[in-house]
């Protein structure tokens, strides 16, 4: 007889919209956000993400009444940035982030998610700027996320962590771990997408031991390594690849979750762990069973 797999207590799973093949406020390829609602309500998650800002309600009395009801609770925000590019961008970013933020305090969330920008787009493959950053664009970058961090939590209350991802300057071990050591720990935290990171060569279960201290949130997610192998060899950008099902329904995929929950759970605090199954665009009955069964397997490794 096996042994029980021991009670993940510390890891808060939950879902959010890109689970439901949700990238965009507004697009006719996504479910309405009431289905997403009631349906991940449906699968047995009790904590989402805002997803993109204008997809759920931006009213928060609205919002509020909505996820009360199906027994819903919102975890995080997420903004998109691009903070490399130097001062001139703060007004703008601020402008984007100000909002997400409000909405994301007024919900009882403590989480902001930072994603960077794309140096290739992520529809066209277009290159929009150079995939690695200049002595001076690290500069840029770390000194002003550090100040997004500073003024999210002194006028928001919240704490920012920072999302490695594919086509973005921060996405390999080496980009992930040099933008860690360049970082303010008070200020800055990581979001560790789980399927992003293995996408990009990363072991995830190996940066939770080695920045554990700095390991904010986590994203749950794998990929299909035979279709990364296809991806990197034709140098697919990342939107097409999602297209060709490079994230996959665990526990198919890499990298395995159960060390990566148990590394995690051992840090001793507390930290959402959020599915995000990357399948945009997706036909409108595929997210619930997938959620479904994703939820079974999550609780099967202790969480």
């Known amino acids: 007889m096996s042994s029980p797999v021991p009670a993940l207590n510390r890891i808060r799973v939950g879902s959010?919209?890109?689970?439901?093949?949700v990238w965009f406020p507004d697009d006719p390829h996504q479910v309405p956000w009431q289905r997403f609602l009631d349906e991940v309500a449906r699968a047995g998650y009790e904590w989402i993400e805002?997803?993109?800002?204008?997809?759920?309600?931006?009213?928060?009395?609205?919002?509020?009444?909505?996820?009360?009801?199906?027994?819903?609770k919102v975890s995080a925000g997420t903004v998109f940035t691009a903070l490399h590019r130097g001062p001139d961008v703060w007004e703008s970013t601020w402008a984007h982030v100000s909002d997400i933020a409000a909405l994301t305090r007024a919900?009882?969330?403590e989480h902001l998610v930072v994603i960077p920008a794309f140096w290739r787009d992520d529809k066209t493959g277009r290159i929009v700027e150079d995939g690695t950053l200049?002595?001076?664009?690290?500069?840029?970058?770390?000194?002003q996320t550090e100040r997004l961090g500073q003024e999210v939590r002194e006028r928001y209350g919240l704490k920012i962590v920072v999302h490695p991802h594919a086509d973005t300057h921060i996405d390999s071990e080496e980009n992930v771990s040099r933008f860690l050591d360049a970082t303010d720990p008070d200020l800055v935290?990581?979001?560790?997408?789980?399927?992003?990171?293995?996408?990009c060569g990363g072991d995830s279960a190996t940066l939770i031991e080695t920045y554990g201290?700095?390991?904010?949130?986590?994203?749950?997610?794998?990929?299909?390594?035979?279709?990364?192998?296809e991806v990197i060899a034709d140098q697919i950008p990342f939107g097409p690849a999602v297209a060709r099902g490079v994230?996959?329904?665990?526990?198919?995929?890499?990298?395995a979750l159960e060390p990566v929950l148990s590394a995690?759970?051992?840090?001793?605090?507390?930290?959402?762990?959020i599915v995000e199954q990357d399948m945009y665009p997706c036909p409108p009955d595929k997210p619930l069973p997938i959620a479904r069964r994703t939820r079974r397997y999550l609780r099967m490794c202790g969480a």
């Not at 201290?213 to 192998?229: F, M, S």
């Open 50 to 72: 805002l997803g993109p800002y204008g997809y759920l309600p931006t009213d928060p009395a609205v919002l509020h009444g909505e996820t009360i009801r199906r027994g819903l």
């Open 213 to 229: 201290e700095r390991i904010g949130y986590l994203h749950l997610k794998q990929v299909d390594p035979q279709i990364l192998a």
């Open 16 to 21: 959010a919209p890109d689970s439901w093949g």
């Open 247 to 255: 994230m996959c329904e665990p526990p198919s995929g890499v990298p």
């Open 189 to 199: 935290s990581l979001c560790l997408d789980t399927g992003h990171y293995a996408y």
């Open 134 to 143: 200049t002595s001076r664009q690290w500069r840029d970058l770390v000194v």
């Open 107 to 109: 919900m009882g969330a």
């Open 264 to 273: 995690a759970d051992a840090l001793g605090v507390e930290l959402f762990a």
